[in-house]
């Protein structure tokens, strides 16, 4: 049964850090594509980040210079790092792991919130 299980979000006031993580099981982790995506309330799920199977990271031009994506194949998990927090990034932050286009997997999200 394969399951992305995030974790790290919580209340933060602008300009502060959080960081995400994303816990996977029941994949070959290492060759799927993993990406945080983001749904703010009454918008459409966007996505923010992505890091392919080689490392190589792709960011959505809003988060790029405060956001880094990473990821650790031994631990089977994804992090996103997200500083320089603005009251425009609260979201419900979720990870996603695909590999190719047969298999997608999408975790229940984490909620992130940016507020003085």
């Known amino acids: 049964q394969v399951q992305l299980v995030e974790s790290g979000g919580g209340l933060v006031q602008p300009g502060g850090s959080l960081r995400l993580s994303c816990a996977a099981s029941?994949?070959?982790?290492?060759?799927?594509?993993m990406g945080w995506y983001r749904q703010a309330p009454g918008k459409e799920r966007e996505l923010v980040a992505s890091?392919?199977?080689?490392?190589?990271?792709n960011y959505r031009d809003s988060v790029k210079d405060r956001f880094t994506i990473s990821k650790d194949n031994a631990k089977n998990t994804v992090y996103l790092q997200m500083d320089n927090l603005m009251p425009e990034d609260t979201a419900v932050y979720y990870c996603?792991?695909?590999?190719?286009?047969?298999?997608?997997?999408w975790g229940k999200g984490t909620l992130v919130t940016v507020s003085s």
């Open positions: 029941g994949i070959s982790f290492s060759y799927y594509t």
């Open positions: 890091i392919i199977r080689g490392g190589t990271a």
């Open positions: 996603d792991a695909k590999f190719g286009n047969i298999y997608h997997y």
